[in-house]
């Protein structure tokens, strides 16, 4: 084999490593970026449903300050209907 051939394979190899370890890398900064963005979506997810518990939880005490309310109401009418 010519020195000329036997060039041209060892270049033809070492293209081809660069390439794989090129389409390696490429693939590896994808899978990061991906990771990253998926950290930060449960991230914001994490926020948001800490948010709505908030919420939910403030609706509730005032539905039940609400019910507290109308059952004294209640309460008192009975008192007063009793009273006559």
């Known amino acids: 084999m010519s020195l000329k051939w036997r060039c041209r394979i060892f270049l033809e190899q070492n293209n081809s490593q660069i390439q794989i370890n090129s389409t ?4 590896d ?3 990061q970026s991906y990771t990253d963005e998926m950290v930060k979506m449960q991230k ?3 926020e948001f449903t ?3 518990r908030e919420l939910f939880a403030a609706e509730l005490e005032t ?8 059952s004294g109401e209640t309460e008192f009418q ?7």
């Open 63 to 70: 539905l039940i300050a609400e019910n507290k309310v109308r």
């Open 50 to 52: 800490e948010v709505m």
């Open 78 to 84: 009975k008192l007063q209907k009793s009273l006559k």
């Open 44 to 46: 914001a997810s994490d």
């Open 29 to 31: 900064e994808k899978i």
């Open 24 to 27: 390696v890398n490429t693939v």
